[in-house]
């Protein structure tokens, strides 16, 4: 208690407080996937074997974010790091796709756009403005999902394997959709980045000890 019988509050959680846990274990992990999905696809000339491992790395996503909250081991840096590793994957992946020639170019470069202007606005309205996160939301979460079985099916289309022909219709179901979700979500995104702002400047005001 205070000197004027108010409670102290509980010391907020620092960012590297709690950093060697399970998941976050496991994203990193995942980030170490990336140097072997290049070395598959440039060194070995893999284009299957590359996009099988795209698509399970897309896949077991989730899991570590299950862990964090099924054994109560959420942390503030794994809040931050399992995003932009995913947000890394996603950028060098297609990127090294384009390279590859294995997508239309016009395609992946909207996707690219699309991140990039999300993933700008987030950071400087949390940076600069203290927007408080909030939740993707799961029309986000299902553009994200379509997408990241779209770019696979591209690289798979075009690897020469029997089932190429077939992932190369799966490409565009996934695609467009996915990429027209993407974008609407984006959208979606800027009453919820006001709303962040404006409860962060309130979070802050709260915390301001009043005068006496």
């Known amino acids: 208690m205070t000197s004027l019988g108010e409670p102290v509050p509980e010391p907020e959680s620092g960012l590297f407080d709690n950093l060697w846990t399970v998941p976050n274990a496991f ?7 990336l140097p072997v999905f290049l070395w ?4 070995e000339d893999n284009r299957a074997g590359a996009a099988w491992m795209l698509v399970a790395l897309g896949s077991t996503d989730w899991i570590d974010g299950y862990i964090a909250r099924r054994f109560n081991q959420v942390s503030e840096f794994g809040k931050i790091f399992d ?5 890394l994957f996603f950028f060098v992946s297609v990127i090294a796709i384009i390279i590859d020639g294995s997508i239309p170019v016009w395609f992946a470069l909207a996707v690219l756009f699309r ?8 950071a400087i ?33 075009e690897a020469g394997v029997f089932e190429s022909g077939f992932f190369g219709v799966v490409a565009w179901v996934l695609g467009i959709p996915g990429l027209a979700l993407s974008y609407w979500t984006g ?8 709303a962040g702002i ?4 309130q979070h802050r005001a709260d915390r301001v000890p009043s005068e006496h």
């Open 27 to 33: 994203t990193l992990v995942r980030l170490l996937c």
């Open 40 to 43: 598959l696809l440039f060194s």
């Open 83 to 87: 995003p932009t590793v995913d947000r």
């Open 115 to 122: 991140e990039l202007a999300v993933g700008a606005t987030m």
């Open 125 to 157: 309205a949390t940076l600069f403005f203290g927007m408080e996160r909030f939740d993707v939301t799961w029309w986000g979460k299902t553009a994200t999902f379509l997408l990241m079985g779209a770019v696979p099916s591209f690289l798979i289309s």
């Open 187 to 194: 959208i979606a995104y800027v009453p919820q980045v006001r």
């Open 198 to 201: 404006a409860a962060g400047r």
